[in-house]
């Protein structure tokens, strides 16, 4: 399985950007519904967080700091998905990964890290 993220950029503080995450490869529509995606980010000499998780029965879960701004989604026709950022802060600025974690095992798959840098 392969993840494409892309979407990162460079933003003023206050703007938006929109990550975008394809899965392809050795993943079905059906499995990819199946899956638990999410985004994490890391920041230089910080460890990597988890932003959102979106689980597939719906419910959602969000880094205290980004809730309210962040929302995930998921187009499962596309074995996709995606994490709009509004209001964007200095501290948003790290690099962000897309996962995907497919049932029954719990298996993880990465993409390759968008960067999402906020000027003040």
């Known amino acids: 399985v392969q993840l494409q993220a892309s979407g990162g950029g460079l933003v003023q503080a206050g703007g938006s950007l929109r990550l975008s995450c394809a899965a392809s490869?050795?993943?079905?529509?059906?499995?990819?519904?199946?899956?638990?995606v999410g985004w994490y980010r890391q920041a230089p000499g910080k460890q990597r967080e988890s932003v959102a998780r979106?689980?597939?029965?719906?419910?959602?879960d969000y880094l205290d700091s980004v809730k309210g701004r962040f929302t995930i989604s998921r187009d499962n026709a596309k074995n996709s998905v995606y994490l709009q950022m509004n209001n964007l802060k200095p501290e948003d600025t790290a690099l962000y990964y897309c996962?995907?974690?497919?049932?029954?095992?719990?298996?993880?798959?990465w993409g390759q890290g968008t960067q999402v840098t906020v000027s003040s």
């Open positions: 996962n995907v974690r497919t049932p029954p095992l719990f298996r993880d798959y």
């Open positions: 490869g050795s993943i079905s529509g059906l499995l990819f519904s199946r899956s638990n």
């Open positions: 979106l689980f597939s029965g719906g419910s959602t």
